[in-house]
């Protein structure tokens, strides 16, 4: 007797009645997907959506069904046609890996499996801890130091933060809270810290104005006198400095702190020493650069970033703590729904013990097949490619009367201008301002800017297996078209 007659609701599920129809879908997926990479330098970097596009997310939610191959056409034409770009070779913004193949993969195989990666006695755990393991290999951390595999480096710098936090509080901080600690508790960290840092801060109780911003010299990197003054005068003044934050690439300029000096002075003054290393820790996998970050592996936590530079699809970030017994002890709750059994599922190591998050993806998977396809040495190379790229397009701005250099070039980040005589500095801002949203809105690069010293700038930061130096060629040779264009419309107006 079937469900009706017998008078039972029938019973759905989300599985396609014939698996034959989406398979030769999921196949055209793929290949749709092999030619989005192989064909990306013919398309713009980015491009203003249609407003007929931006009218179409705003359609009301879907209350009936419609056949995947419709759904998926819908993506095909207003969403993927329309990226911010990062996968293109000319993108140069903010920081951010370029992204793989193999990596893409691995996302569409982590989803397919399913697994929450939240802890049990399975294979996607034996991956997340795999890459975790990785990880402090690449930065030098010892094999008892411990990690977790969080969104990006944002969550991991926070991570570390917490667990100095915790270590330094000097109270049971996680049952009494920070308004029970005798003494507040001092970070410190260059005027170039990442923002991330000042939302941990927010975020721990501990506030903003604990996050003390220590002066930089002329290379960008905190000054160590001015930051033995200041832990001197907060402890005078009844603090309990906790944290010193050195940072192994600031987003600005790509500045990497003396983490060697800082490493002896948290020691001398008994300091947490946490590294952001989120555009930098790599570095240390690199044959002609790992000396920029020596010293990283004496660190008490580091925060690493995937999908920077192993350009793993976003989102994958990595906090390594050395003391693991520290890093548990700040995040384990253990109620009983989350009890370990002899055998079986359960016989495992809860992996939310180590972080904020209950579930969490099997985001190693990626990560792991990238490294697995190409190996380490090869990541290493493409770093001292960009690093190489970054030192070219520096001697190109050099070169060219038109252009200045507005930051000294560490790694791979180059800030500079177009200058045109007796502008002012409000005028310099506009200008440069205007090439480089038309060199968006044009789709040949997509850079972005900031203000380095005093002086505002272009900012290009290459984190891209995919460019070339003709890529940078191109690059000077628009941003001089425009800049010459922008100053002639400008008169004749
Ligand atoms: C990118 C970056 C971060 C933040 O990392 P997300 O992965 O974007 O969360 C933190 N610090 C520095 C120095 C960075 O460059």
């Not at 005028?427 to 005093?454: F, H, P, W, Y």
Request: aromatic share 6%; glycine share 8%; with cysteine.
């Amino acid at each position: 007797m079937d469900d009706i007659a017998a008078g039972r609701p029938t019973e759905e599920t989300l599985d396609p009645k014939d698996w034959s129809d989406v398979e030769a879908l999921a196949h055209k997926i793929v290949d749709d997907g092999v030619s989005y990479l192989r064909d990306v330098r013919d398309r713009p970097v980015w491009r203003e959506m249609p407003a007929d596009v931006k009218a179409f997310f705003r359609s009301s939610l879907p209350r009936s069904p419609a056949p995947l191959a419709d759904v998926y056409r819908e993506v095909a034409e207003n969403v993927m046609p329309y990226p911010m770009g990062n996968v293109h070779p000319r993108f140069w913004a903010w920081y951010m890996g370029a992204s793989n193949f193999a990596g893409a993969l691995g996302d569409f195989l982590a989803a397919v499996q399913g697994s929450n990666v939240g802890g049990g006695n399975h294979a996607a755990t034996m991956v997340d801890q795999q890459v975790v393991n990785w990880c402090k290999e690449m930065v030098g951390f010892p094999a008892s130091a411990s990690g977790t595999l969080v969104a990006g480096g944002s969550m991991a710098n926070i991570i570390g933060l917490n667990v100095a936090r915790n270590v330094k509080a000097g109270i049971d901080v996680r049952e009494h809270g920070v308004a029970a600690m005798e003494k507040p508790l001092r970070y410190y960290g260059s005027d170039q810290i990442h923002s991330c840092h000042r939302k941990g801060m927010e975020a721990l109780g501990l506030g903003n104005r604990a996050l003390r911003r220590i002066p930089t010299d002329t290379a960008l990197r905190i000054d160590l006198t001015a930051l033995r003054a200041a832990i001197a005068e907060d402890r005078a003044a009844g603090f309990q400095p906790a944290c010193v934050i050195g940072t192994a690439g600031t987003v600005n300029t790509g500045a990497i702190d003396d983490l060697q000096a800082l490493a002896s002075l948290a020691e001398d003054e008994n300091l947490w020493f946490h590294v952001d290393g989120c555009i930098g820790a790599l570095i240390a996998i690199t044959r002609s650069n790992a000396y920029r970050v020596a010293g990283i592996e004496r660190a008490d936590s580091v925060a690493l970033d995937p999908h920077k530079w192993l350009h793993s699809p976003i989102e994958a970030g990595c906090a390594l703590i050395r003391d693991a017994a520290a890093h548990r002890n700040t995040f384990a709750v253990t109620p009983e729904y989350l009890e370990m059994t002899p055998r079986g599922l359960a016989s495992a190591n809860w992996l939310s013990d180590y972080s904020l998050q209950t579930s969490r993806g099997f985001r190693a998977l990626k990560v792991w097949m990238a490294l697995k396809e190409h190996g380490i040495e090869k990541f290493g190379r493409l770093i001292d490619q960009n690093i190489e790229q970054a030192h070219y397009l520096s001697a190109l701005v050099e070169a060219e009367p038109l252009l200045e250099l507005v930051a000294p070039t560490n790694i791979s980040i180059v800030c500079f201008r177009y200058r045109a005589d007796g502008m002012s500095a409000g005028d310099l801002k506009a200008l440069n301002t205007e090439i480089m949203l038309r060199l968006q809105e044009e789709g040949t690069a997509v850079l972005s800017d900031t203000t380095v010293n005093g002086a505002h700038c272009l900012r290009v930061a290459i984190d891209n297996h995919r460019t070339r130096r003709s890529d940078l060629d191109l690059l000077i040779q628009e941003t001089i078209r425009l800049g010459d264009k922008i100053v002639k419309e400008s008169k004749a107006s």
